[in-house]
């Protein structure tokens, strides 16, 4: 087991990993305020962890919301919902909302624990891998929009986030995929080591060998929290994060949600920023390789694709949030290891690379 | 003109107050961080307002939305609606939203300042005398539900607050009431001294006397200001705020937000406080004749009402977002200028209470 601080003052919280943990009572309830529970889930998470998560807490008033899997979920029809059916029980200000699923539950259930009262506790139990590297910790919630992704919600800390790393032996291999896309990020912004362990030992996260998963979701959370704790609310080096995110972004919104995983869609966006930082000469020929390479190994997608068009992905790449009064920042590379925030990209790199992996519009 | 201070650390910001500041630009642009400005107002104030705001913004992209008046308007479908709009400009992350209104748009454009993106940029603008004094400071937002009143929303400060305190001359003497709820509320719960001028001086206040107003507002705002620092998200003092709220809100829930305005339902909510403080012996008769007096003088309703009846007052006070634990919390007065958080409340006292004045079942 290991434990990840993230230190952001009165907002400070730990996050625990291990193997197990789902079942250690006081791993929860050291962190639930008042006698309320209220659990947001969904159809696929629920039959296989919620009973185990119940037995916990079995001294509590527990209350329990099951949404439909997938990223159509996570919209402002199910965030009222979910605050309806909060008010009709009806929860108190001392309820604490725990999130168990991956992060369309963690987002709309974070959001949610925002706005219910102006704020209620919240715990995190990401059941997915890549809401365990990533959307779980950092505080940042929200739903989508038909015209963008998470363009409604809040910066808004859990109090505690539980990461139960056996809840991965369950998960569909693309979705663990689509996780190891985040991973692989983090290796290249900031962590080569981690970027040249991964290449080493793939197999073994693959194969879900409990060393190298717990290895490589503490090695994460560590990369995400230091981060955070430098901006807790993105005004700088927060949006390194967002390397691959704003093609990935493009490419979700414009297939509605459904046909790409989250972490696909960003495999690709990273391929695509390799590929623009190659066309700046940032990145060589060689390491551009070494990306396309680990992201085949692990079964992501780094290729061309067809459907959108380089048009369309430029018009949705607009609406990022890092767009700054009509100005597109966009995450590029330096090396492995080592990224940085291109202000109003040259365009002539920006639609040779669209054209290149969005094909013809 | 007035200067209030609210310190909140990276969250601080001053609260302007005084005649015509809506017409010099440099009180409101100063403010503006980007190029983008949205501005949020309703049907009543935009035709008396909107062109001096816009007048003193001529160097920016402005965009508007108008919403219709009254407390049914403050609910997520509009919330929605705001978000669509801001979304297909598209307004970006430096856009700076601009509330221009009363505390119905104030609470709303704050909310959707707060969620935008994750949080924008946002300037109240109050033009009634309720949110001068009361919802446009202490980022306090958020919407109503039909279980609830501001059950759902966020702590979200703005960047300035700017009083025109001309706008009261256009307001309706019922609205003007209604704000001096607030005000009386004040000095109620913590101003000994205001409670003596407004004893004193109430005409001229209704008279919209220039000094009276400017005194009325700034004295409010500074009382205000104090608790909301002492405690910006309601974790102990800033309940004291609710004094005559939790009567009040159910009242307004009960009759649908339409026939009373939220001044009036608070000003029966603080009489039916005091009447309960004086059943506990901690308010002499003849205080709570002063309070039923002074309300009264401020034009607005004291007295036992009909319609709801004791029951359902009392189901819906249980909805209060200061029930902890099925415990009800009620502010009581013990002395003019001196209130206290009561847990669980003694029942005898506050069925008598209920009895009396909200009528049979």
Redesign the interface.
Known sequence: MSTVSINLGSRSYDIRIGRGLLSIPEEITRWVK???VFIISNEIVAPLYLDRLKASLDSYEVHELLLPDGEQTKN?ENF?LV??KM??V?C???VTVIALGGGVVGDLAGFVA??????VNLIQVPTTLLSQVDSSVGG???VN?E??K??????YQPKRVLIDTETLCTLDPRQLSSGLAEVIKYGLIADHELFCWLELNMESVLALDPLAIEHVVTRSCINKSKIVEQDE??GGVRALLNLGHTFGHAIETATGYASWLHGEAVATGIMMAAHMSSLYGWLGKKECDRVERLLGKAALPASPFQGIGPAKMLELM??D??????QLRLVLLKGLGNASVIEGPDSKYLNATLEYFAGKD
């Open positions: 008042g006698k309320q402002l009222s605050l309806d008010l009709s009806p108190n200000r001392s925002a706005s219910y009262l102006r704020g940042k919630t929200g929009h015209l963008g998470n363009m409604i919600g809040a910066f609310l993105e607009q609406l949030k890092k767009v700054q009064d009509g």
